[in-house]
């Protein structure tokens, strides 16, 4: 597995945690290691062997100018470097991740080209390198485009967790094949079970200094956010809430404690179970949290997606356009503030109206079931398509979990070494999903009315691409976009016809071993 990894963002080692499980229950034979930002955290977590991405790692303490200096010599290292970590693995994986977003102070020469030197790598070394289910946008900074799309189409599998990911790299000039299907983290193995406790708010932060996430030029920006929550949330409290803050990332740990302050100091009165901080540092953790909630309010991506795997009443307080979509696709329009203009009075109105929203849960969950399917489809599609291994689920190929019958072995004997997490499959056509009945969100608090096409489009709507359906449970309407592959003759008359179809022939058999 390939990125930042084990670092303290929860959303990141969600999809690691996906992956990761699904290769141990279908794919057993095949061995895991992580090229990350903290190998040892990702050694002493999950037991997987690690290497830095980057050669180059500063200290808390190096001065700024010694800094500088060793990024520029490390960047000249991570060169041949790149080329030798490819050498070590059968196949490099990056799952999932907002890899080509430009947000949070992305800049070119940090993660965009570490990515293109692996990929071109993988390239060289003639290993598959897989960008699964990842998040982008068309960058503004045009050397980060051009790295970025670069390394998209050199991948020999790509997948986008929303349309818009995939329509923006379709703009900004990647020619490369693509899959969408939701989020990875939508088929985590952590509960989908809630159990609300009546009159518990969670309340999930974020430290967010504004686009380029910068503590000095955007102090003021979480400064409003949490003076806005902070007058809210007390608010709340006269109205009998009980508050749980926690973050999505170790980052957030003090925003949490500054925002619980700020409540406390508000109401002095309040009793000390009345405004609790957690500190998960896991996604499991953050589950077995907001399942306890009646109601959550959500800033972090992530542990929006964790509430909405729940089923639970949940209001966004987004710092990406991301969370808006996400939101928009299952109708939930009425309840998206934006982490800038964070509005305290309407947000108190939201959280109102979502205990009296009762058939809000049931419409979510059904969503749910439709969309982890999607997702287990995704990786298997992908493992078989990419890696070579069997698309047949273990308990249809019969064998023990070590038997040589779930991978297509090649045609040397060495175990395969796979570096990332395998992606989803290909499967024959549906229709393109769209939000929940209607066509237009309205707006119970405001009474506005919202027109779905005020958002960009969402999954299924990928201009010119082919439409996949994803095999889950019956009655869903699972949708896998993609970007058209240059077909045989005989698809292409087919494709005259008025039929769409899909080569899902692999590229490369992976043998079975290390990713």
């Known amino acids: 597995m390939y990125g930042y990894l084990g670092s303290g963002n929860l959303g990141n080692d969600a999809s690691f945690e996906t992956v990761m499980a699904w290769l141990k229950a279908?794919?057993?034979e095949v061995e895991l290691r992580s090229i990350t930002i903290a190998p040892e955290e990702m050694q002493a977590r999950y037991g997987v062997p690690s290497a830095l991405l980057s050669w180059y790692r500063p200290g808390p303490w190096t001065p700024h100018s010694a800094a500088r200096v060793g990024k520029l010599f490390g960047r000249v290292v991570d060169v041949p470097r790149a080329f030798r970590l490819a050498g070590t693995a059968d196949a490099v994986i990056v799952p999932g991740m907002g890899v080509l977003e430009e947000s949070l102070g992305v800049v070119p020469w940090g993660l965009p080209l570490w990515l293109l030197l692996m990929a071109v790598a993988c390239r060289i070394r003639r290993r598959p390198f897989v960008l699964l289910d990842v998040g982008a946008e068309r960058a503004v900074d045009p050397i980060t485009r051009r790295l970025i799309v670069a390394a998209a189409d050199l991948a020999a599998h790509v997948s986008y967790r929303d349309g818009f990911s995939a329509d923006s790299m379709r703009r900004a000039g990647s020619r490369a094949n693509c899959v969408v299907?939701?989020?990875?983290?939508?088929?985590?193995?952590?509960?989908?079970?809630?159990?609300?406790?009546?009159?518990?708010?969670?309340?999930?932060?974020m430290a967010f200094y504004g686009r380029q996430d910068d503590p000095v030029l955007g102090w003021y920006v979480l400064d409003r956010y949490v003076a806005e929550m902070?007058?809210?949330?007390?608010?709340l409290t006269d109205d009998g809430w009980r508050l749980v803050v926690l973050g999505g990332d170790r980052v957030d740990s003090p925003v949490a404690r500054r925002l619980a302050a700020a409540v406390r100091e508000a109401r002095p009165g309040l009793p000390e179970h009345a405004v609790v901080v957690?500190?998960?540092?896991?996604f499991t953790q953050v589950t077995q949290e907001m399942a306890r909630a009646e109601v959550v309010v959500a800033t972090r991506f992530h542990n929006l997606i964790a509430a909405l795997r729940l089923a639970q009443p949940v209001v966004s307080v987004s710092y990406a356009e991301k969370s808006n979509r996400l939101m928009h696709e299952l109708g939930l329009d009425a309840y998206c503030q934006n982490y800038v203009e964070l509005d305290g009075d309407r947000l108190v109105a939201q959280v109102r109206a979502l205990t009296a929203d009762i058939g809000l849960s049931?419409?979510?969950?059904e969503s749910m079931r439709c969309w982890s399917d999607e997702v287990t489809v995704l990786m298997r599609g992908m493992g078989a398509e990419a890696l070579g291994l069997s698309s047949d689920p273990l308990d249809e190929r019969g064998g023990s979990p070590g038997g040589s019958g779930r991978v297509n072995p090649p045609s040397t004997s060495r175990r395969t070494k796979i570096a990332g997490a395998p992606e989803g499959e290909p499967p024959p056509a549906l229709t393109p999903r769209g939000p929940p009945a209607g066509g237009h969100g309205s707006n119970s608090v405001t009474g506005e009315s919202k027109p779905n096409d005020r958002v960009t489009p969402a999954r299924g709507s990928v201009p010119g691409g082919l439409v996949a359906?994803?095999?889950c449970a019956p009655g869903c309407?699972?949708?896998?976009?993609?970007?058209?592959?240059?077909?045989?003759?005989?698809?292409?008359?087919?494709?005259?016809?008025?039929?769409?179809?899909q080569d899902v022939t692999?590229?490369?058999?992976?043998?079975?071993?290390l990713i």
């Open 278 to 282: 957690r500190d998960p540092v896991t």
């Open 181 to 205: 299907a939701p989020d990875l983290a939508f088929a985590h193995d952590a509960t989908t079970v809630a159990d609300p406790e009546p009159g518990l708010l969670v309340v999930g932060v």
């Open 230 to 235: 902070a007058a809210a949330l007390a608010r």
């Open 469 to 471: 359906r994803a095999h």
């Open 506 to 513: 692999p590229r490369r058999s992976a043998p079975a071993g």
């Open 362 to 365: 049931r419409r979510v969950r």
């Open 477 to 501: 309407a699972a949708s896998i976009p993609q970007s058209p592959r240059r077909a045989p003759s005989g698809d292409r008359d087919r494709r005259a016809a008025g039929h769409r179809t």
């Open 26 to 28: 279908q794919h057993p």
